[in-house]
């Protein structure tokens, strides 16, 4: 069973991974970590990083790699805003939702 994951999970996700590099992290690095936790596209996911880039979340540059250029994301401070922000929202969220499906609260 996959439980549906709206905008506001995958963008939240997409930092969290970004920002586990201090050097940023190339697009289908960042497909493939995302695809641990969640079903997505390549396609669905550039565009969000797209996005997040144009909210001023996310920052790129471009690196010689094998004779091609790669794209790096980099999450800039207010990206780390967001991201807190979402982790906050986050363990407030599950909270609610381990009370409802397992007649719990989490300790966090």
């Known amino acids: ?9 995958l963008d939240a996700v997409v ?6 590099e201090q050097q940023g992290t190339y697009g289908y690095k ?3 970590d995302v695809r641990n936790v969640m079903e997505i ?7 969000v990083l797209r996005r997040l ?5 996310l920052e790129t540059y471009d690196q010689e790699c094998t004779g091609r250029n790669r794209r790096y ?7 780390m805003i967001k991201l807190d922000s979402f982790r906050k929202e986050w363990i407030e969220y599950r909270k609610k939702i381990d009370l409802i499906m397992l007649g719990q609260s989490s300790d966090l």
């Open 15 to 20: 930092l969290s991974v970004v920002a586990q």
């Open 53 to 57: 880039q144009k909210d001023g979340y």
């Open 41 to 47: 596209s390549e396609s669905t996911l550039y565009p």
């Open 1 to 9: 069973m996959t439980f549906n994951t709206g905008t506001t999970m």
């Open 73 to 79: 994301y980099q999450i800039t401070p207010n990206g």
């Open 30 to 32: 960042i497909t493939q």
